[in-house]
Each structure stands twice: as structure tokens, then as C-alpha cells.
């Protein structure tokens, strides 16, 4: 009688060990875990017809730990979004490899959008120049970005004794530059006037304010010249 009663307490142990056993570990291999109403099964498919709502003071974090396998993977059919969020918030460090279907290659940048910037200075003038170099008209402007300068000069010059010299440059400076002079000759008579003309451009780096003279000298016979109705026009083109 006793060792029938061991039996059946030793049967009985047996089953309810196995019957937790099954319970507390899904078989090997069961391709499903928990269903409505089960807690969340790791390591298993958990499948749930209703929406499941995780409400936590503490946030949800995951901890990656494979760097061959993403923390988060969603698969959704065509043309369902895969995430859906409540805030206008911005993300950091969040990157997206398509906007629109589109390539950040595809888009413009906002230092490619710099336009070009003029600036103008010119009228009725007339400014008497000696053997020192003087300052006839400037132009100043504050170039966005880094790029190129283009400054064009006009300007009537009156010579009062023929074969009179007058040079003029543009310049960022005071004096006239040796290696870029507007220079005429008088070659015609008393009084003659004759029109300067030219162009220069200047690299910049942007975000400072640039200005551009004219400046002009007297060399001839005379003590003087006469520099009438000058123009500086300067034209900003952004590199690139």
C-alpha cells in the first residue's frame, strides 16, 4: 500500500511539473506567443486583434546589443505609414534616407540659394584731380555669402591742355593701382573729354561689408584734370 502511494504521489508530481513546465516556456519551435489578454512572450510572435495600448511614467526604451540587427524594425503594407507621432517636436540625430521618395541629393541647400546682390552709385558730378591720387565715387555692399565681386567703372575725364594724362583704377584703396589703370591721353585740343571705361572683380568671403573706389590722378603738363559724372556699379555672384 505504501509504495502504491508513493507511485501515484510521484506520478502526480511528475504531471504538475510538466504541466508548468508547458505553461511557463513555449514548446521549441512554437511559432506564436501570447494572444489578447496573455502577457507579452519574448522571443515569440504574440499575436492580438484589438490595439494594444502601453501606458508608462517611464518611457519604453530599447537596448540594442546585436550591431548587425536594428533595435526596431515595423513592416507595414504599401502605402501605410509606419509610424505615427502626436508631436511637431523635432527628433535629434534622426535621419532619413528619402523625403518625399527623394534623395537629399535631389534638394537644394540654403547656401545655394544665396542670389546675387547689387549695389549702384553714380549722377551728376564733376571732381577736379592733381598729381595725388583721389577718391572720385564708391560703391559698398555686404556680400551673403563667399563669392565674387564684379565692379564696372564709367567716368568723363576733361583734360585742359592737350597731351595731358589722367589714370584712373578700381580699387579697394586709395590709390590708384599701378597694375590696373583706366588712362587716357589728351591728344586733341584744349578741353577735350574722353570716356573711361572698365571692369575688375574681387573675391569675397561674405558676411563683410566690401566697398569699391574709383580713384583717379592727374599727369600731364597741367596741374590738374577734371573727372565728371563717374559710375561704380558692383554686382555680388555667389560661388558655385
Known amino acids: 500500500m505504501s509504495r502504491l502511494l508513493s507511485l501515484l504521489v510521484s506520478a502526480l508530481a511528475g504531471a504538475l511539473i510538466a504541466a508548468l513546465v508547458v505553461v511557463a516556456v513555449p514548446a521549441e519551435g512554437a511559432p506564436n506567443g501570447g494572444g489578447p489578454g496573455d502577457p507579452l512572450l519574448l522571443s515569440r510572435v504574440n499575436q492580438a486583434g484589438p490595439m494594444t495600448v502601453l501606458k508608462t511614467n517611464g518611457g519604453f526604451r530599447i537596448l540594442a ?125 584744349n578741353n577735350e573729354t574722353a570716356q573711361l571705361a572698365g571692369t575688375r572683380g574681387f573675391p569675397v568671403t561674405g558676411s563683410t561689408p566690401f566697398t569699391a573706389n574709383l580713384v583717379c590722378a592727374h599727369d600731364g603738363i597741367a596741374a590738374t584734370s577734371n573727372v565728371r559724372d563717374s559710375a561704380l556699379t558692383a554686382i555680388f555672384i555667389p560661388n558655385g
Open 65 to 189: 546589443k546585436n550591431p548587425k540587427r536594428p533595435p526596431l524594425m515595423i513592416y507595414t503594407p504599401d502605402g501605410m505609414p509606419p509610424l505615427e507621432v502626436s508631436s511637431k517636436a523635432k527628433v535629434e540625430n534622426l535621419n532619413a534616407d528619402l523625403v518625399d521618395g527623394l534623395n537629399a541629393s535631389a534638394f537644394v541647400r540654403a547656401s545655394q540659394l544665396v542670389l546675387p546682390v547689387a549695389a549702384y552709385a553714380g549722377g551728376n558730378q564733376t571732381v577736379t584731380v592733381g598729381r595725388t591720387s583721389k577718391v572720385v565715387r564708391s560703391v559698398s555692399l555686404t556680400p551673403p555669402a563667399p563669392g565674387l565681386v564684379i565692379v564696372n567703372a564709367t567716368a568723363n575725364v576733361q583734360e585742359t591742355v592737350t597731351g595731358d594724362e589722367t589714370a584712373c583704377s578700381i580699387t579697394t584703396g586709395v590709390s590708384t593701382d599701378s597694375s590696373y589703370l583706366l588712362w587716357w591721353e589728351s591728344s586733341g585740343g
